[in-house]
């Protein structure tokens, strides 16, 4: 006979379910079964059964023989209720009970998942997990089989479902893992470990705002015990709103051939059942040896053993002309591939790290820090959470004390004479073992000497093997202070000494490349040549494995070769090697001004003139165009700003940084931003016959630092900016230099200084008919109207600006008037009309790609729909916002947690609403905005208020009260008219 506790309380013989007789009968029944083949007195059953309500008379005795006379009737002959000296004793095989037969899989399962053995394991945890049918013992009242002290089995369910649930994700069925954890998540929302599953189910199927659900459940139930959400909980929520993380392997070599014994050694480190973490394996070796391929193909075969995260981070240790990655900057980048908003991201490396060890507590990441140039670029950079694993790859041998050391050493003969065979080609080689042996030893056994000497094999088929061991015999030696033994400058030689001389010029200029890559364009200006000449150019150089093509028509050079180029092939002309870079840096100015022209062509009379012209620069159809070009250069323009401020170009340096501002600025790459242009600051400062760069860049700087919350500083920038465009006698520039000193008035609480800047720059645009500024001033008039409850005139300048902007075609500006109209008439009560003017907002910003004026006018129409009471609206606006822009500016940042606050309040959850409010306190006092500071003091205080904490309230009335009538906003008076309401301490003395 067999009896299923697991679910509704059943017994079963032959196939056939067997009545247990009513409900006393089988609240006896299930006490001797929890007490299986353990005698049980009869006085106790008694008191299990009925408590303080004891029969007067013994039932017990009439129960037993009732069940006897159940298991006879069906025929069970492997089952018995004996009589003993100390009780009853129910006995039966312990697989009779499907409790045991549980445990029993669970076990199992543990054992196969130690053995290495995952599809055993999910077997035998599926047949686990199946035993059960609903609630422990359902049917049956817990309290009369034992009450308290009968052990559930429910947290080993909740057990097996977590370990199936992870082998089950890392198989990719996710969707089994939703639907089974979806009701266990529901019933306990503060069962962390299945929250954490089910979000990664959800997430695995796209499910984003599902995911946000889970986490917003979990987070209020652990709320309610005084918890706090876990970071790997944080780090789930941040994936369902951003997006998931954008960090991943490269992908891996076609080449990769052997390495078995290292791979296997990688492997045998990483974390697992049988060994505790977080493992660290450094690789170390010289160029070439393929350590870089080591890495990633054993990053690749690991994948499935971290299911969280895979990292790769290159640091540029030994990179010619590129500078080395500091720990703060990769810090910076493994956290926004961990999916870690901007706006979170600390600035100092002690505050980045712990918040990176923070992210990876509780997950399964492997970290590839690759080419890393001393221990202490990576300390920091290191995992600690025991499931997590990093992989350095150095020249250097590494002396970290949590290391493992991985010395990569030439290839086996056997695995070096593979890979050569599998690159030149077996047939080829039938019956020249030998002659192959010899080729491998001449390079060195290489992978990078090997895969090089092999392609110029392959791209011979006329050569014998003694003609190309001739030539590797032949190759001439090399400066020892390169870093290269004999074999790599043999290898590198021959194929070096096979270009045609344009091959071996290009050759040369590559690995002088300020930037990370080129394409046939930079190439044909470096060569002063035409582009199709400098693609074939490129062509042979990838066929001859000298360059790597990392996308359709972008190459570039690996670190050995880009040394041996840079150093060991010095130009043999050195100003024939500057006039090279210069035409790079010619043709990356007029690139860029075409591109910045065409993706914005309302800013072109804001831009510097660029008189250069380059036959290879693009031509751009259109603005789709310009923006993917751009998209796909910027790290090579931010290069070439750099390589020309410190090389002595100071035209190049501050025309490109100015060029390069608006594109910064709408894909929110802040630091990029205020780096050129502080590197343009530098070079036009010292120069009096550049009076104009000098006060342009000033006033663009001035902007970023108002950006970045600098005030004072962007204040500083803007001022030293406005007498300069005046000696200049620049009506244009005098004007857009009072409206910057205007813009950060506004956020330093200066409003009477701010009016009249714009006011005196709109006098000036409208005496040259400059159309774009008139309504640039009339928008930020319309704006600081609005503040100060002058809604009738802030909706008219509004509404005469979108002319001027529609117009001229500006459509950022046309973006952020018609935001800024929308919340006028949000304010004026006509809400329909400003839910059109948001929503044509966030079409222009999408199609600009202007990532701040599209969070700013999603943000704007989650308050549009919270005023309508469309609250579900309004929250998958706000997550809407919050992706939109992955790098927001504090003033967004803190727009954001207001608005979020608001909605949140209106949903009832004052927590959340406390939280999102308090941190847009924080940064509204951090950057000095005061009437941002203010408005979130005010809704602080009402929350506190409606929650009986008056004293805390009172501070927070206070302080906005104090902050509204310092800055002659209205909200001070109705502000007091609320507080004169109350009689509770938040009124505090009125007298």
């Keep these: 006979m067999e009896f299923r506790l697991l679910g509704p309380f059943e017994a079963w013989h032959d196939g056939a379910q067997v009545e247990l007789g009513d409900l006393q009968q089988r609240h006896a029944l299930a006490v001797l079964l929890l007490h299986a083949n353990t005698p049980v007195p009869g006085e106790r059953l008694i008191d299990i ?37 100390t009780g009853y004793r129910l006995e039966l095989d312990e697989d009779a009970l499907d409790t045991v037969r549980f445990h029993k899989l669970c076990a199992g399962a543990a054992a196969a998942r130690r053995r290495d053995d995952p599809a055993g394991a999910t077997r035998l945890l599926h047949e686990a997990v199946a035993l059960w049918r609903g609630d422990f013992l359902d049917g049956l009242d817990i309290d009369r089989v034992g009450g308290s002290g009968v052990l559930a089995p429910d947290d080993a369910l909740r057990d097996a479902v977590g370990d199936l649930a992870e082998l089950e994700l890392a198989s990719g069925n996710h969707r089994w893992v939703r639907d089974r954890l979806r009701p266990l998540v529901d019933k306990d929302p503060t069962h962390e470990r299945l929250a954490v599953l089910l979000m990664r189910a959800l997430l695995g199927n796209g499910d984003r705002a599902r995911a946000l659900e889970v986490y917003r459940r979990t ?113 910076g980048e493994l956290l926004a591939e961990l999916g870690v908003p901007p706006e979170q991201v600390p600035r100092t490396l002690r505050e980045r790290a712990a918040l990176y060890q923070d992210e990876l507590a509780g997950t399964r990441t492997l970290v590839v820090l690759d080419n890393a140039g001393s221990e202490e670029q990576v300390r920091a950079l290191l995992p600690n959470a025991p499931a997590c694993m990093a992989i350095v790859t150095s020249r ?92 790599g400058v043999a290898a590198y030689l021959v194929s070096y000494q096979q270009l045609e001389q344009p091959q071996r010029t290009l050759f040369r200029l590559v690995g002088h490349l300020p930037g990370h890559d080129l394409g046939p364009e930079a190439a044909a200006a470096m060569l002063g040549g035409e582009v199709h000449r400098a693609r074939a150019l490129l062509e042979a150089l990838y066929q001859a494995s000298l360059v790597e093509e990392s996308r359709p028509e972008r190459y ?104 390069l501002w608006r594109y910064f600025h709408t894909t929110a790459r802040l630091g990029e931003w205020i780096e050129t242009l502080e590197l343009a600051r530098e070079v036009t400062a010292g120069d009096p016959d550049n009076l104009e760069g000098h006060a342009r860049v000033l006033l663009r700087l001035s902007t970023a630092r108002w950006r970045a919350g600098e005030l004072d500083h962007a204040l500083e920038l803007a001022a030293a900016a406005l007498p300069k465009l005046i000696r200049l006698g620049d009506v244009r520039g005098e004007a857009d230099g009072l409206c910057g000193i205007a813009l950060v008035a506004i956020d330093q609480g200066m409003h009477r200084r701010a009016m009249a800047h714009f006011e005196a720059a709109l006098v000036k645009y409208e005496e ?65 009309q400003a839910l059109a003017n948001h929503q ?123 902050e509204f009538d310092d800055l002659e906003l209205p909200e001070g008076r109705r502000l007091r008219s609320e507080l004169d309401r109350l009689d509770c301490a938040c009124a505090g003395d009125r007298d």
């Design 219 to 331: 987070e209020r139930s652990m709320e309610a015990y005084g918890m706090t959400v876990p970071p790997e909980l944080q780090s789930l929520a941040r994936q369902a709103r951003y997006g998931p993380p954008r960090g991943d392997l490269p992908p891996r070599s076609g080449r990769f051939t052997g390495r078995r014994e290292e791979l296997a050694e990688i492997e045998a480190l990483a974390p697992g059942r049988d060994r505790a973490g977080p493992a660290v394996v450094w690789v170390s070796g010289p160029p070439g040896v393929g350590k870089t391929s080591l890495a990633v193909e054993a990053a690749h075969r690991l994948r499935d053993r971290f299911t969280d995260a895979r990292l790769f981070v290159s640091l540029n240790g030994f990179t010619p002309q590129v500078r080395p990655t500091t720990p703060t900057e990769a810090l």
């Design 396 to 487: 250097r041998v590494g002396d970290l004390d949590v290391a493992d050391s991985l010395r990569l050493d030439p290839m086996p003969e056997a695995e070096a004479v593979e890979l050569f065979r599998s690159l030149a080609g077996a047939r080829r080689l039938t019956g020249w073992t030998e002659r192959v042996r010899e080729v491998v030893a001449r390079c060195g056994r290489v992978p990078l000497q090997i895969t090089i000497v092999a392609s110029q094999f392959r791209r011979h088929p006329a050569w014998p093997l003694d003609h190309l061991l001739r030539l590797l015999g032949e190759a001439g030696p090399w400066n020892p202070n390169g870093g290269f033994d004999d074999a």
């Design 768 to 832: 040259i008919g400059h159309r774009r500024g008139q309504a640039h001033a009339l928008s930020h008039l319309g704006y600081l109207d609005e503040m100060h409850g002058e809604l009738e005139s802030a909706e008219r300048r509004q509404l005469a600006a979108i002319p001027l902007l529609r117009a001229i075609d500006h459509r950022a500006g046309l973006a952020n008037t018609l935001d800024n109209l929308g919340s006028v008439r949000q304010r004026l009560g006509r809400v329909d």
């Design 49 to 85: 059964i009925w408590g303080e309500n004891r029969p007067k008379s013994n039932l017990i005795i009439g129960y037993i023989a009732k069940i006897r006379r159940v298991f006879r009737d069906a025929g069970a002959d492997d089952v018995a209720i004996l009589t003993t000296p």
């Design 840 to 962: 044509e907002a966030r079409a222009l910003a999408v199609d600009m790609g202007d990532s701040v004026a599209a969070a700013y006018a999603l943000t704007n129409l989650a308050n549009a729909y919270r005023r309508l009471g469309r609250l579900d609206e309004a929250t998958r606006h706000h997550e809407l916002a919050a992706a939109a822009c992955p790098e927001p500016d504090p003033s967004l940042r803190i727009q954001l947690h207001l608005d979020q606050g608001a909605t949140r309040l209106a949903r009832g959850d004052l927590s959340g609403a406390l939280r999102e409010l308090r941190a847009g306190l924080a940064l509204a006092t951090e950057i000095g905005d005061r009437a941002q500071r203010a408005r979130a003091d005010l809704a602080l205080a009402r929350i506190l208020h409606s929650v009986d904490d008056h004293a805390r309230a009172a501070e927070h009335w206070r302080s906005a009260e104090a």
């Design 556 to 659: 570039r050079m690996l670190d050995p070769l880009k040394s041996f180029a840079s150093c060991a092939l010095p130009p043999p002309d050195p100003a024939e090697h500057r006039a090279a870079l210069e035409r790079l840096l010619d043709f990356y100015l007029a690139a860029t001004h075409a591109a910045i022209t065409t993706a914005f062509p309302f800013d072109r009379d804001q831009q510097p003139r660029v008189d250069t012209r380059h036959v290879a620069a693009p031509v751009f159809a259109d603005r789709r165009a310009a923006l993917d070009w751009l998209g796909a250069e910027w790290p090579n323009l931010l290069a070439a700003v750099r390589h020309a401020a410190k090389h002595d170009h100071p035209d190049h340096t501050w025309r490109l940084a100015l060029l």
